[in-house]
């Protein structure tokens, strides 16, 4: 703890001013970058959530310590943790590809409003760190994950296609390739035409790259679309 920051850690104006500015910074800090990378939870709601997060503990520190009344001061907090995971949940989707996105966000999310709560207790020192971590994993960690698995032979397969043998045509395609194919989720669409879908794991043994699976499924007799996911 810095005790040169002490003298902001009371209930009066300057400290709650200190820590509801502060909250705005770390929450929109966390935010821009969600922003710069087109997410549904960006710049404006990681502000609203830190700084909501830091109103609510200091109102719980205010009203026990100015209005002297009985009061559990981490109760407002912790259904803060709680109820911002119905924000969260609103932010992951699952695509037609039958892929799960906005998990990052939502985490995202998680943690603006746990740096709101250090604001709003006046643990400065926590919400700076937490923040600064945060930007680590958002930025670097993403790039240093992008280069790791930049050579990955995995790659998930999303293909819509008329009748069951283009699947089967799909299947053999692989093996010609020498492509392992470690999972298959099929479904049905239902917008009434009658074709289906279907999702496939691939494993690339012989260096097959992931332009060239896709041209090959691409090419068989009765498929509709063949994409990355």
Excluded at 113 to 139: D, N, Q
Excluded at 142 to 156: C, M
Excluded at 185 to 204: H, N, P, Q, R
Aim: aromatic content about 6%; proline content about 1%.
């Amino acid at each position: 703890m810095l005790h040169c920051l002490d003298f902001l850690r009371g209930m009066d104006l300057l400290s709650v001013t200190v820590r509801v500015l502060l909250a705005v910074l770390c929450g929109g800090m966390i935010g821009i970058e969600r922003s710069e990378k087109r997410r549904p939870a960006g710049f404006r709601t990681h502000i609203l959530i830190c700084l909501g997060a830091a109103m609510t503990t200091a109102t719980s520190q205010y009203v026990y310590v100015v209005l002297g009344l009985y009061s559990d001061v981490a109760r407002l907090g912790a259904q803060v943790i709680a109820g911002i995971s119905f924000i969260g949940a609103g932010a992951i989707i699952m695509t037609k590809w039958r892929r799960v996105r906005g998990l990052t966000t939502a985490a995202g999310l998680w943690v603006a409003a746990i740096v709101g709560l250090c604001c709003g207790a006046g643990f400065y020192e926590g919400a700076v760190y937490g923040t600064a971590l945060v930007l680590v994993a958002e930025v670097f960690f993403s790039k240093l994950e992008y280069r790791l698995l930049r050579d990955n032979r995995e790659v998930t397969v999303y293909a819509e296609y008329a009748s069951p043998s283009c699947l089967e045509e799909m299947v053999s395609r692989c093996h010609m390739l020498g492509i392992k194919i470690v999972d298959v989720e099929i479904t049905k669409k239902g917008d009434g035409s009658g074709s289906s879908c279907a999702v496939l794991a691939l494993l690339s043994r012989q260096g097959a790259d992931k332009e060239e699976i896709l041209q090959t499924l691409g090419g068989v007799e009765g498929v509709l679309t063949v994409v990355e996911t």
